[in-house]
């Protein structure tokens, strides 16, 4: 079946813009997941979503950051007032629920790069 | 904060041979573990899980955990050039993933 799927999949943005990376889960899992990867580290944990509510947004850096799912579906992450420290991969992966232990599933990412 | 620690590398190993993989973690109370491979451009893709002491083996892979060292390990058999990549070790903390920076894995033909 189809997997995560992101879009875009490169987004070069200036220095101050607003940006949105979407998301499309797994069809049929209820849990969401962000995570940021720079090069040479391996992914950091942004936010976590179980339906349509943010049940953990732990890891998101700063207020420029925020996500939504407004329909239990499709998620974006909206990046306001973007910095050159913000490039990053951007990746999104989904499981089939976010209550017990199910395994993460990664989309292929997003690479945003903030000139 | 809690921590995943692996070996940078890269670790090299000719064709044929096992590869063997580390990771350490510093939550005693972690239960869950998971192994991703990632290929230079790509994201990570799923490999292994494994949640009990002891060996889980799934073809080539073999997923060894030690909760009382906070030590798990992947081991390749016979391993391929198409192997090369980066492995993550990734620990659940709650409802998320904690990963190490990965160990990159050259086989050598």
């Known amino acids: 079946g189809a997997g995560v799927s992101q879009t875009p999949s490169n987004k070069v943005t200036e220095k101050g813009k607003y940006v949105e990376l979407r998301c499309d889960p797994i069809s049929g899992h209820t849990a969401l997941y962000w995570y940021r990867q720079s090069l040479g580290q391996g992914p950091e944990f942004l936010i976590y979503?179980?339906?349509?509510?943010?049940?953990?947004d732990s890891g998101l850096p700063n207020d420029r950051f925020f996500a939504v799912r407004p329909e239990g579906s499709v998620s974006t992450l909206k990046i306001q007032r973007t910095e050159r420290g913000d490039s990053a991969v951007y990746l999104c992966a989904s499981s089939l629920s976010g209550a017990g232990v199910y395994e993460q599933y990664f989309g292929p990412g997003t690479r945003l790069t903030v000139t | 904060q809690k921590e995943v620690e692996q070996n940078s590398g890269p670790l090299s190993v000719p064709e044929g041979a096992i590869a063997s993989l580390n990771c350490t973690y510093s939550d005693r109370g972690s239960q869950s573990f998971f192994w991703y491979r990632q290929y230079s451009g790509k994201s990570p893709e799923l490999i292994m899980s494994i949640y009990s002491n002891g060996d889980k083996e799934d073809g080539r892979f073999t997923a060894q955990l030690n909760k009382a060292s906070q030590y798990v390990s992947l081991l390749i058999r016979d391993s391929q050039p198409s192997d090369s990549a980066t492995y993550l070790c990734a620990v659940m903390e709650g409802n998320k993933l904690v990963f190490g920076a990965g160990t990159i894995l050259r086989v050598k033909s």
């Open positions: 979503f179980q339906g349509t509510g943010a049940a953990d």
